[in-house]
């Protein structure tokens, strides 16, 4: 059902963990799974040079929290921005359609953890792409 990577990810997450002193933190959860992630980011010279989280939730929001802070860590908060939940998906090799709400959350913790950075420095808030919604009738049908 998962892929080698996913399971990896949830076995041997990556940069689990709270940063001490984040500039950013986004928490994001989904209340018909009960997954909550939190995503610390930590930022020098619009680089956001640390990326650590907290989830609690099944394998596969694990696996996207992992994934998402290993993705964004060396990246200006420009290409961070960018990330999107399929590009998580497709860095685990693929998520069970069930699942692609885990990825959803890892790219909106990232989103606003960032928010959260640029609203602490009195920088504009960027505008997250509403192209998701927790409310869709496949979330109903998450299963851990």
């Given at each position: 059902?998962?892929?080698?990577?996913?399971?990896?990810?949830?076995?041997?997450?990556?940069?689990?963990?709270?940063?001490?002193?984040?500039?950013?933190?986004?928490?994001?959860?989904?209340?018909?799974?009960?997954?909550?992630?939190?995503?610390?980011?930590?930022?020098?010279?619009?680089?956001?040079?640390?990326?650590?989280?907290?989830?609690?939730?099944?394998?596969?929001?694990i696996?996207?929290?992992?994934?998402?802070?290993?993705?964004?860590?060396?990246?200006?908060?420009?290409?961070?921005?960018?990330?999107?939940?399929?590009?998580?998906?497709?860095?685990?090799?693929?998520?069970?359609?069930?699942k692609?709400?885990?990825?959803?959350?890892?790219?909106?913790?990232?989103?606003?953890?960032?928010?959260?950075?640029?609203?602490?420095?009195g920088?504009?808030?960027?505008?997250?792409?509403?192209?998701?919604?927790?409310?869709?009738?496949?979330?109903?049908?998450?299963?851990?």
């Amino acid at each position: 059902m998962y892929s080698d990577t996913v399971m990896d990810h949830f076995k041997n997450p990556r940069n689990v963990g709270e940063i001490e002193n984040p500039d950013g933190v986004g928490e994001v959860g989904n209340p018909v799974c009960g997954d909550i992630m939190k995503i610390f980011i930590k930022v020098t010279n619009n680089i956001i040079v640390d990326a650590k989280f907290k989830t609690f939730g099944c394998g596969a929001a694990i696996a996207s929290s992992s994934m998402a802070t290993e993705l964004v860590r060396g990246k200006t908060l420009e290409d961070a921005w960018q990330l999107s939940n399929k590009a998580v998906a497709e860095a685990l090799e693929g998520l069970p359609p069930i699942k692609m709400h885990c990825s959803v959350l890892a790219e909106e913790g990232i989103h606003k953890a960032i928010n959260d950075y640029r609203k602490k420095n009195g920088l504009p808030l960027w505008e997250e792409k509403k192209t998701h919604s927790h409310d869709h009738a496949e979330d109903l049908t998450c299963e851990h």
